[in-house]
């Protein structure tokens, strides 16, 4: 619909929008994350939430306990191997839709223990991250603008064809494989179903 | 405090069968050691924790050390004997020759036990504990029974070097999964060659990215 006719006619006290605007603008403004946390960066995320960032004003004030009731993953700080099966198994266990932010180096690379033997190079690699926040670690304001990023994200999706959400479409894989601690290393090494090796364009 | 030499010769006195060996540290610590026997340790321990001039009563520190095999290359004079002809005869001679022979010393494992004094205000008195190998006998006496303190600290020995601790009551891994089968701070442990993606590899990283690829024999900028 026109923009313009859109606000001539919100001017005479009509209202119109449409279906899947009116849907993305209740699910972008509702996000509800879980409230866990793995290292330094959940200090910067708890700073966050509390009076001074106040992520309240987005509509994200309420930290879920359990995940049935959250919407919103955010993966705070080192994700060592013995940790990602859970942090795999926590994803499955939340509703759709569900959205998840990597935040920090260590969640989107492993970070400064990138060359360790019990870091996971980035959770990407067994579940699908919406938006990846740098920083060692991110300041507040990094976080807010990942949260703002991912309600864009949302705000423009569409509702059917090829880009829609996860829990609109039947055929959309909707458990992930948990990775199972093996006998040197986790097993596999990655989904390849959710990160397919990225070519690198810079050799 | 006793100096590491006086209390060296006090559980020398009070159990006559241990074998205790000073071991001294040059550097400017000073913190000389003692290199107690694995057979008599945990008389060693009780002692030192229950004598009225030490009261060792609290167990600070528990550290692994590996040492792997080393090979030793050393120069040995040895006598030859020389046939020789010399003038028309055979002659016997003996001579001293040089000769470079080299030899493996076997690795152990070590564990290192830093004890203090609460009570006496005194400490440290630092411990050293030998394995015969570091392949099959890797037991050590456990000090839990002694010192609680020693309880987790040795699960992690346990779980980042192999040293067994005999007489301990929980002995799990304490950081790495229960299926986990390697022990990661020996010296020749390999680690799971996971670098398939580096967008920004640079020194030891970049090496092990390009060992990785070398491995699965993939071109530079390939895909696997």
Redesign the interface.
Known sequence: MDEGLKIELGKQGVFVTTIAELYNWGRSNSIWPMQFGLACCAIEMIATTMARYDLARFGAEVFRPSPRQADLMIISGTVTKKMAPQVVRLYNQMAEPKYVIAMGACAISGGPFKQGYNVLKGIDRYIPVDVHIPGCPPRPEALLQAFMTLQKQIDAQPLTGAGRPRHLNAEAQGEFPVPVPGEHDLEPRSNPGVWPLPILNNR | MKTVEEIKTAIEAALPEARVELVSNPSPSWQHSLRIDPGHALAIAKFLRDDADLKLDFLSNVTGVDWPDKEITEKVQVMQTIDLTYEGSDQTTEEVVEETRKRIEPGYLETVYHLYSVEKKHGPVILHMRTVNRTDQVELPSFTPLWRSAEFQEREVFDLYGIIFTGHPDLRRL????????H?MRKD?V??D??????TAHD??LK?AEAHRAALSIP??G??
């Open positions: 950081l790495m999964w229960d299926e986990f089968k390697d990661p442990y680690e799971p996971d670098f398939e993606y580096e967008p030891e990283v092990r530079a900028g895909r696997v």
